[in-house]
């Protein structure tokens, strides 16, 4: 199993809603990643978890919320987001942090509204 | 600062020739070098990786060049076909660094 998995694929809330993506990995990997992408751009890192401790907050505004419930589950709670923040939010694995292969998820296209 | 990357150009190509995408980085520092293809509406998908102990390394159809005296990065593709078609991106990670920095990207359009 390669694949990393991320619920829903598409998501639309409004900015007083509180929502949750998903993401799951069974490659026993240690380290998992939260991207944003904007259109036409490249990814941008927002978070990073090692041994499901979180490693790096690209600072990032508080109404973005990770959690890793344990080392094949990763989630992003949202709260009060603003339209500016939708885009595609991929999630991403690799063996250990840094200097290796990170596999993606198809991402979840967010549209605040 | 650090940065990775390139303008985001389109580049068309004729089915069967081949298509070269380029990457310039900053970070001397860098040691990991990873392209990346994303098609549209899916998350980028890995195609070839190099270290910076190397300066070549070959996959299927596809050919990564590390040039560390100029920060410069290349990706070959041979014989490139219509399902070759997307963006794709050049990322580049260095100890210390617990995560991938992403290029700009470039768009290839393979023309039938």
């Known amino acids: 199993d390669t694949e990393v998995t991320q619920t829903p694929k598409h998501l639309v809330m409004g900015m007083t809603n509180k929502k949750s993506l998903k993401c799951e990995q069974h490659?026993?990997?240690?380290?998992m990643y939260w991207y944003k992408q904007k259109a036409k751009k490249p990814p941008e890192l927002m978070f990073v978890?090692?041994?499901?401790?979180?490693?790096i907050n690209e600072s990032v505004p508080s109404r973005f919320s990770p959690e890793c419930p344990n080392s094949s589950l990763l989630n992003l709670h949202l709260h009060a987001l603003q339209p500016e923040d939708s885009a595609l939010y991929l999630c991403?694995?690799?063996?250990?942090?840094?200097?290796?292969?990170?596999?993606f998820g198809q991402g979840t296209r967010l549209t605040v509204v | 600062g650090e940065s990775v990357g390139l303008h985001l150009p389109t580049l068309s190509v004729q089915e069967g020739d081949n298509s070269i995408i380029n990457c310039a980085y900053s970070?001397?520092?860098?040691?990991?070098f990873i392209w990346y293809k994303q098609e549209s509406g899916k998350g980028p998908q890995f195609i070839i990786d190099?270290?910076?102990?190397?300066d070549k390394r070959q996959g299927q159809r596809v050919t990564v060049l590390l040039n560390k005296t100029v920060k410069h990065l290349s990706l070959q593709i041979a014989a490139t076909q219509p399902g070759d078609s997307a963006v794709y991106f050049c990322?580049?990670?260095?100890?210390?660094?617990?995560?991938?920095?992403f290029g700009s990207g470039t768009r290839l359009q393979v023309q039938p």
């Open positions: 991403a694995s690799s063996q250990e942090v840094s200097n290796t292969e990170a596999f």
């Open positions: 490659m026993g990997h240690r380290a």
């Open positions: 978890y090692s041994y499901e401790k979180l490693s």
């Open positions: 970070n001397s520092a860098s040691d990991y």
């Open positions: 190099i270290r910076s102990n190397m």
């Open positions: 990322a580049e990670g260095y100890t210390g660094r617990r995560a991938l920095t």
